[in-house]
């Protein structure tokens, strides 16, 4: 039941419970000192009592004994601390590396749907809960709970009267906390969700910095940011109320046992069925019984929070992965594409699309913004999996590819670049991890790299910053162009990649891909009509649907959308803004 409620390992289950054993000693352990004390009452009080003698025991047996508890209580600790401790920081690591190798293997699909904050929140704040409360919590709270099962079992063999009295509050303490665990459970969802909109919005803030200066939109963005910090504010304090209204109700009620031991005790004296000594003991017991029992209860809250933490977790641990065989053997690289349908949400972006992408030719895809055209080159990736229909490479469906293993046949230019934080040098070994500097070099002169490169103090050293912020958009393409040139794979998808590139780059940097595409498949997405007219096929879409395919000449010849949109081109770039 706990492993599953924490979520967690075969070991850190094991640590957990060892650590609710040995805590289970240590609870008892501090029993002893209380046995000492009625030990030393009772041999004070009862002589003046029942008029005996005095005790002969010495006080240097007692300061003995009282050492001696000292050490072991010492040493229970010790083993305590390293139990929970350690385990919990072990477990939480454990938890933390897991989590991440999962987020690797994820689909696209899954980040379409879930944003980075949320992943971060999961990663950092909700595995600290988890590593916090299995640290200082869960163990400490169920020892604590077995504890006072033994020790209220012990009582009532001791006089099962008094204990009744003593405990009878702690099954209905119990129960309240119980029944309102699925609202403090709903409430803590609550706050979570408001500290990711928090999270959102500084990373929307972050992410278009850009725009919301040159916009003039600080003010807007502040109050939204404000509005939602107010909020979460609001929440968050609704919820500590309703939690510390709970606790404090619970710990009311359990203290009532302090009041009924006294009342029952006084009453059984004086009706002479109990002696004042088996009063005094249980006067000491309670005293000392409702502090742990009351933290029981605080620490029930804590763990009832952790568990909308471990959803979470546990939301992307079991989010489906793509699978596929790693040792795959394709005969060529044809790309099939057979009555592929496909939609991100609920309507098809792909509408059943039959198409024969050749190895050794070069394909190209055109068609309005937003047709469908980088779906399909991502669908061909394995990016996202189809709904209907197949795609097979070497005739080999790609769904029985393991995604990673499918993409070492993959050569990726992308209209959204994406560079690290690091030397330019080593976004472009991005491309070939093996690769040696003279093959870095080298195809940073294909790609048209070199240019800017020479330009920069450290040259191939610089640091570009986060996604190569210090570098305007074609240098950015053409380092990507560069890591595409250098993994030198057998399939080649450029969308666009050549885009943000001026004219005179671009022929050169045609002119390396030219050289890079030999032999290879190779699939093309333009938006500029004239970087594609010399290819082998061209593919047209439009809302989803192949539309028209063929040469540049046979396209031009069927006077159809192609034709309609070369023209249109061809205006367009006459066109001049006069005053
Ligand atoms: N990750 C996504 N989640 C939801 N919808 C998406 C996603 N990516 C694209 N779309 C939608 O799918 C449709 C096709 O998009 P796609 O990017 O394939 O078009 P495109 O033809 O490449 O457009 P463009 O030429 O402007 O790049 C669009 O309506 C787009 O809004």
């Not at 969700?193 to 990373?203: E, P, V």
């Not at 040098?425 to 048209?448: C, D, F, P, T």
């Not at 010399?534 to 395919?549: A, L, M, S, T």
Request: hydrophobic share 45%; aromatic share 8%; charged share 20%.
């Amino acid at each position: 039941m706990l492993k599953n409620y924490f979520a967690l390992s075969d070991k850190g289950y094991k640590n957990l419970k060892q650590s609710i054993f040995i805590g289970v000693i240590y609870n008892i352990s501090l029993m002893l000192p209380v046995g000492l004390l009625i030990y030393l009452l009772n041999s004070f009080i009862t002589p003046f009592i029942n008029d005996t003698e005095k005790s002969s025991m010495n006080f240097w047996i007692f300061s003995g004994i009282a050492l001696l508890l000292f050490i072991l209580l010492y040493i229970i600790e010790k083993i305590k601390y390293r139990l929970s401790y350690i385990s919990a920081y072990e477990e939480s690591a454990n938890t933390r590396i897991n989590l991440a190798e999962k987020i690797r293997t994820l689909p696209l699909s899954y980040f379409g749907k879930k944003n980075i904050s949320d992943l971060t929140m999961t990663l950092m704040e909700d595995v600290t809960t988890l590593e916090h409360v299995l640290s200082h919590t869960a163990g400490e709270m169920v020892s604590a709970m077995i504890s006072i099962v033994i020790i209220g079992v012990s009582l009532m063999f001791f006089n099962w009267k008094m204990a009744v009295a003593l405990l009878a509050f702690v099954p209905i303490a119990v129960i309240m906390i119980l029944v309102t665990k699925n609202i403090q459970h709903k409430n803590n969802k609550m706050v979570s969700k408001s500290k990711l909109k928090i999270y959102d919005s500084i990373q929307e803030i972050l992410d278009n910095i850009k725009v919301i200066k040159g916009s003039n939109l600080e003010d807007i963005y502040y109050d939204k940011l404000k509005g939602k910090l107010d909020d979460s504010i609001k929440k968050a304090l609704k919820v500590e109320f309703s939690t510390g209204s709970i606790i404090m109700s619970a710990q009311s009620i359990l203290r009532l046992g302090f009041v009924t031991v006294i009342i029952t005790g006084i009453y059984f004296i004086m009706n002479g069925q109990i002696d004042l000594m088996t009063f005094l003991i249980f006067m000491v017991i309670a005293s000392r019984i409702f502090d742990p029992l009351s933290s029981v209860f605080m620490m029930l809250a804590e763990v009832i929070h952790s568990r909308s933490c471990v959803e979470r977790m546990l939301e992307i641990e079991n989010y489906e992965i793509q699978k596929g065989s790693k040792s795959v053997n394709l005969s060529s690289y044809d790309i099939n594409l057979e009555d592929v349908y496909f939609s991100y949400e609920k309507e098809s972006v792909i509408k059943g699309i039959n198409l024969e992408i050749k190895q050794g030719e070069v394909t190209a895809l055109v068609g309005p913004s937003g047709c469908g055209k980088s779906t399909i080159s991502k669908l061909i990736a394995r990016f996202w999996d189809i709904n209907e229909g197949s795609i097979k490479i070497g005739g080999v469906d790609i769904n029985t590819i393991d995604p990673e293993e499918l993409l070492k046949n993959f050569s990726i230019v992308f209209q959204d670049v994406v560079l690290f934080n690091d030397t330019i040098y080593n976004n472009i070994k991005v491309g070939n991890m093996n690769a040696s500097k003279q093959e870095i070099e080298r195809v940073a002169k294909l790609a048209r790299c070199d240019e800017f490169i020479n330009k920069l103090s450290n040259g191939y050293e610089t640091v570009i910053g986060e996604n190569g912020y210090t570098l305007s958009g074609g240098e950015r393409q053409r380092i990507s162009i560069a890591r595409a040139l250098l993994k030198d794979a057998p399939i080649i998808l450029l969308d666009e990649a050549t885009a943000s590139i001026d004219p005179e780059n671009e022929t050169l940097i045609q002119d390396a891909i030219g050289k890079l595409i030999k032999g290879k498949t190779v699939l093309i997405i333009a938006h500029r009509l004239r970087t594609i007219e010399n290819v082998d096929k061209i593919v047209v879409i439009n809302n989803g649907k192949v539309v028209e395919q063929g040469t540049n000449d046979e396209l031009l010849e069927l006077k159809g959308m192609y034709s309609k949109m070369l023209s249109l081109q061809k205006e367009s770039a006459e066109w001049e803004i006069k005053q």
